[in-house]
């Protein structure tokens, strides 16, 4: 392209390129490119002036050459498919009339923040620096699938929306980062795509608004993050998928709204995360899935639980803050997938940790209690039974109780009522006491039982006496052996 084909302000950005000047065509701090449409010819650049300048433009002994522009009108297409183009690359606060094509690429840097496009076509792209989208608004879809960026991702105030495409408005499915992706504030309306990708620092999300009611609105299955991944003060409506993903340090949602009404809001199962923090959020609409995921800290706030939880196989190795087992047993009450004994012993072993022996015992109680719910008639009685006299084992004390209050009622009972003896002279002197404890302790003899014969209404009582002897035998021992081969 020679300069002579150039209009006034297209020459202005030819002569600063090569000594990597930048060229502002804004007239003040409010200049918005939203209104780009109706600027002049005075701020117009054709996207083929552009093109020429990056792939084949002039250059300047001892200067580093650069596309630096602001506050322009961007026509026709910027096509750099294929391109490696060895000067960076800044466009901001400008308005382009079509979307940048930028597939399988290789540049220097990007930057396109405060500028309003009609989407970006950067599958494939490798960018040996960073890509700042600061502030941008797309008007479409933003592809960036498989792309290779050596730095940062840069999202921090962007709007992505594209009003009737079927697919996600924003992706990084697949994408390497060897830096962070921040993208505080970011809105979108429609899915954000992560599938896959991977970011080698961290990733920010906080207080974003993401908007797919009735579907994903944030889905990263298989996401890789190896610092931390921030999405704290954000909403979101719409599914948040984190299956199989893994944060290597804390994946924080406090003060976080997420709303999928007659789903699951959070879909992290097989993820593996150092922590998840669940803290001062509004309630959850929708469930919570953790199935299989492996945490190392699970700070949770049982006021943040929602109405429905997934919990099947899932490990952590700590529970914060730490609480009454009161208040934590509610959660496991409301296992979609109902009893689900795993979930109860996570929760046991998390007390026994900090040496809660108390709360740890409460919590087997309670899957006693739950798993009683799921038996046959027959088993729920002799549960009952089980709970009423012992506690399952975990309150051998009501034993003892029991003990002593049958053993006070026969003792008195049979002290004003002597049963008959069956040999007159050889029977042993009558004592009530330990009458009484032949009759209860089914392993224990003093003699008493089988040299005396109650009738009538004693002789009932003896047998009641017999048989609640038997019952307190049987579920002390089941209990004891119950407690003694948990670890």
Known sequence: MEINDLTAAEERVWRAFPRGESVDFREGPDDDPAEG?????????????????????????????????????????????????????????????????????????LNLSESVLPGLIAHAVHVDG????????????????????????????????????????????????????????????GQIRLNGATVAGSCVLNETRLSHPGHAALDAETFSV???????NAEVHGWLGLRGARVAGRLDLSYTLLSYPGGSALRAASSTIGELWLRKSPPMEGALNLRRAQLDVLFLEPESVPGEVLLG?????????HEPAERRLPMLARERDGHVPHAYEQLTAAYRRVGDDHAARLVQLAKQRRHRRTLPWYGR?????????????FRPLRAAGWLLSLLAVGSAAFALHHPQPLKAGEAPPFHPVFYTLDLLLPVISFG???AFAPHGGYQVLAYVLVLTGWILATTVIAGVTRTVSRP
């Open 37 to 109: 449409g109706g600027w002049g010819a005075e701020r117009t650049v054709r996207a083929e002036v552009l093109r020429a300048l990056l792939l084949d433009g002039p250059r300047q002994d001892g200067e580093i050459a650069s596309l630096s522009l602001a506050g322009a009108r961007i026509t026709g297409l910027l096509d750099l498919q294929y391109a490696t183009v060895d000067h960076p690359v800044r466009l901001r606060h400008c308005h382009f009339d079509e979307a940048p094509r930028c597939y399988a690429a290789r540049l220097r840097e």
């Open 130 to 189: 960073v890509v700042r989208m600061t502030r941008t608004r797309c008007l479409g879809t933003v592809r960036l699938s498989g792309a290779r960026i050596t730095g940062s991702l840069y999202l921090e105030g962007a709007r992505v929306t594209a009003p009737g495409a079927n697919d996600p408005v924003l992706q990084l499915n697949q994408a390497v980062l060897g830096a962070d992706l921040r993208a505080p504030g970011l809105r979108a309306q």
């Open 226 to 232: 190896g610092g931390d991944m921030l999405v704290r």
């Open 313 to 321: 196989e899932l490990t952590y190795t700590s529970l914060v803050p």
């Open 381 to 393: 009685v002799w549960g009952l039974v089980q709970d009423v006299t012992v506690g399952y084992g």
């Open 448 to 450: 008493q039982d089988s």
